[in-house]
């Protein structure tokens, strides 16, 4: 009979043993535990990254003021001069011959730079000194429409040229969209034509431009009935392709008694814009595809904001 060896020379055999069996539990307990801690991660991150989307459809350009001319290339083009003072922000070398061409070559002050586009409005007067906005925001919008028109709002066209607001408005009610208001003041109100701002606010102007195309022209003869603005929350039979809306904001550095304001237009209320194109096909369509149409607050970039 072999002798039965002793506990210490049992716990030698067996030491190895053990040991292992406790390494293999020690990585398996931290092996899985690391899947569970990365998947937690990885869901936080992602509630993280969720959490901060707005949901606006929107994107925007910075555009400050660029210049004053009496030019108007989309309504008197190849005229200069023949327009009432206008001041022009983005594009920095616009006037009565400016084509989509000239601006696809020329620098522009927008932020975002890629923003090639002319805007354009009417100075604005103190008395007789011209008044240039101090912030100058351009937003692209979905709103105005149900969200299945939104989740199929096509990028604006290269090119497309637009006027909104009356000019020629003889009236408040005179077919007129646009909207002064005081910055930090909200209690005064939204006005069609100028309105009496508190000290230490500014004069603020809101105009919508129609975001329903014809999908066919670029202007009209009247730079306007190429676009409608939407009816009952989608676009009309007469103008199918939903496009981004664009809002322009400024803000005038004046406030105040508003007799002392005029346009070069006339009274608050011939407020109007104009717009022409020149954003890159593929940065439009990259912006209305990522910030419009799943309706994400985007900034000047194009990207969530």
Known sequence: MRPRPSSGALWRRLRPLTLALALAALLGTS???LPAQAGTASRSQAAGSSAAVVRVAEFLADCPFSHRLPDDPIIFPGLPG??????????????????LASLQSAPSNCNPRVDLSSYWVPTLYNGNTPVEPTGTTFYYLGE?????????????PLGLRIVAGNA????????????????HAGHVGASKNFVNCPAGTMLES?????QCWNGRDLDSPDHKSH?????GGTCPASHPVPVPKLRQ?????????????RLAS????????????????????????????????????????
């Not at 023949?82 to 084509?99: E, K, P, Q, W």
């Not at 809101?206 to 129609?210: C, N």
């Not at 676009?227 to 009816?231: A, G, H, I, Q």
């Not at 593929?282 to 985007?298: D, F, L, S, Y």
Request: charged share 20%; net charge neutral; hydrophobic share 35%.
């Open 82 to 99: 023949a327009s009432h003072m206008h001041s022009f922000f983005g594009s920095t070398t616009v006037n009565a011959h400016t084509t």
């Open 227 to 231: 676009m409608s603005y939407p009816v």
């Open 168 to 183: 020629r408005a003889t009236g408040p009610d005179d077919n007129t969209i646009a909207r002064w208001s005081c910055l």
């Open 266 to 305: 006339g009274p608050g209320y011939t407020m109007h814009g104009d717009f022409f194109n020149a954003w890159p096909v593929a940065e439009m369509e990259r912006r209305v595809r990522n910030c419009i149409r799943p309706i994400i607050k985007c900034g000047a970039d194009g990207n969530p904001s």
């Open 249 to 261: 904001v400024l803000r005038y550095p004046v406030n105040g008694d508003p007799a002392r304001f």
């Open 144 to 156: 105005g429409v149900r969200d299945d028109v939104i989740a199929r709002t096509q990028p604006l």
């Open 206 to 210: 809101y105009l919508d431009f129609p």
């Open 31 to 33: 092996l899985s535990v």
